[in-house]
């Protein structure tokens, strides 16, 4: 008879844990912090490079990686845009596709010169500002979650190209996803 009211005791527990982690909250705790970066009221996600935490290779320059912790309000569908920093407005020279990952969801597209600006406060000369769209990704959840961006364009702050090798270069500076808005 004990082992038997021992055994109800136990399997009431687990059933009592069971039910206390079932209904748990979903909603992900938001965590505040410098580095977060939170979705505007437009809808408009900017991430600057300057503000991302990189992981550098120079030696192999492929897997060269841009993290941001970013605080997502509004899902839907959204737009992606690369800014990079370029001499050749013809040729942004990206020898691999640049690959953005958001919540496992990934778009890769090698970066073309879409749209050119000539003064952009967002490079100095001799350089010119290139946005290239390079997909469209559905944010189906809100809350907080990291954006991965790799690509060999992402060099470090100080890096310094000299001689020749000028013109071959080209420099990641943004990521922007824009809302999808119907027509």
């Excluded at 982690?21 to 991430?47: F, H, M, V």
């Excluded at 959204?78 to 496992?104: C, E, F, G, H, R």
């Amino acid at each position: 008879m004990i082992r038997i009211e021992r055994a109800k005791s136990g399997l009431l527990a687990i059933a009592a844990i069971s039910l206390l982690i079932s209904c748990k909250t979903t909603t992900p705790e938001i965590k505040d912090g410098a580095e977060t970066i939170r979705q505007r009221e437009d809808g408009t996600i900017s991430l600057k490079l300057d503000k991302a935490d990189c992981y550098l290779d120079m030696d192999d320059r492929a897997d060269n990686t841009a993290e941001w912790n970013v605080v997502v309000s509004k899902s839907g569908r959204y737009n992606v845009w690369i800014t990079s920093a370029t001499l050749d407005t013809n040729d942004l020279k990206y020898k691999n596709p640049v690959m953005v990952n958001v919540q496992d969801k990934m778009i890769q597209a090698r970066p073309d010169c879409d749209k050119v600006f000539m003064n952009s406060s967002d490079v100095t000369s001799p350089y010119f500002r290139a946005d290239s769209f390079i997909g469209s990704l559905y944010l189906q959840d809100t809350g907080q979650f990291y954006i991965q961006v790799t690509s060999e364009m992402i060099l470090p702050k100080d890096f310094k190209v000299t001689g020749s090798s000028a013109a071959d270069i080209a420099k990641l500076i943004s990521v922007s996803f824009t809302p999808v808005t119907r027509r």
